[in-house]
């Protein structure tokens, strides 16, 4: 069978109810005007990450961050099929324009299992970005609100995410801080 052919397009990545369900009474983010989960904005709509936004400029809009290289569809579906094995782990937000039918926004939350904490779990926030044409419609907002209160309502007891300094001060409306003595370091093997 093709890719693409296999009936799997619209899959969410991760139960869409979960994402729908989610409580933000107790989020303190303002929009102005108000936008939420389910309706971020005329025109579009924001759901979990399905195969078929490969042809939606899924990757085309990750490039918008960082470096993507070339990634096939398989190579996409395979990634695709490996998060999707790891239940509770890759939660992957979209905003598509349901109009264009492109992907015009995504952040991810991450789950990472631990043993500490009382066998605990922690968020990651990851690749957040909102194409530039969309900008300046509380997408980025909407999406960060979204994923720190599906980290809490998934249980983690902590959420991290790696800013540049210019980022901090948007990042801390989240009740993000940069703790005191952590710091974040990294040592690069790849340039893709
Ligand atoms: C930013 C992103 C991080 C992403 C990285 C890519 C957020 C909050 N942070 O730090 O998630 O993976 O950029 O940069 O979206 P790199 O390709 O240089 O690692």
Redesign the pocket.
């Known amino acids: 069978m093709e890719p693409g052919q296999n009936g799997n397009e619209n899959k969410p990545i991760f139960d869409h109810t979960v994402l729908y369900n989610l409580d933000f009474s107790k989020s303190t983010t303002q929009y102005n005007p108000a936008v939420s989960v389910k309706d971020p904005g005329e025109g579009l709509c924001m759901r979990p990450l399905c195969r078929g936004d490969y042809d939606k400029g899924y990757m085309s809009l990750l490039s918008q ?3 993507v290289g070339d990634v096939s569809r398989e190579e996409f579906e395979a990634r695709f099929s490996a998060m999707e094995s790891c239940p509770d782990s890759y939660y992957i937000v979209v905003i598509e324009d349901v109009m264009t039918k492109k992907v015009i926004g995504s952040g991810t939350l991450v789950i990472e299992q631990k043993f500490i904490r009382k066998c605990s779990s922690r968020g990651r ?5 909102v194409h530039n044409q969309y900008r300046g419609r509380q997408l980025v907002k909407l999406l960060m609100d979204t994923l720190m209160v599906l980290s809490y309502q998934l249980g983690c007891y902590k959420v991290s ?4 300094d210019d980022r901090l001060i948007f990042y801390s409306q989240f009740g993000l801080i940069k703790e005191e003595g952590q710091n974040y370091m990294c040592r690069r093997f790849k340039e893709m």
């Open positions: 961050m960082t470096k926030i990851e690749d957040v970005v995410l790696e800013s540049e």
